[in-house]
């Protein structure tokens, strides 16, 4: 991997703000991973191994706290940002 490239991912419910912030990050030389299914969030761990994790935890009208607790579960030194 080149200095300074990432491995980010992103999950949102919303296509349009996940193909915008994935657009964005990959112009800057990351390699940006993207998903709007939470259920996925477990393999996308632990096949891609994300540096960075952006995540609206804001799904189906409610705020899922616990798939931050997941996540932090099952891998406790990735940096999350929470992108409400």
Known sequence: MEVGMAKISTID???????????????????VVSTGDPNLIP?????FEPDLMILD????????????????????HLQILIFC
């Open 13 to 31: 419910g919303y296509p349009s703000i996940r193909d915008l912030l994935s657009e964005e990050l990959a112009e800057e030389g990351n390699v």
């Open 43 to 47: 393999e996308m761990l632990w096949t």
């Open 57 to 76: 935890p804001y799904v189906r009208g409610e705020m899922r706290w616990e798939l931050l607790e997941r996540i932090k579960s099952q891998k406790p």
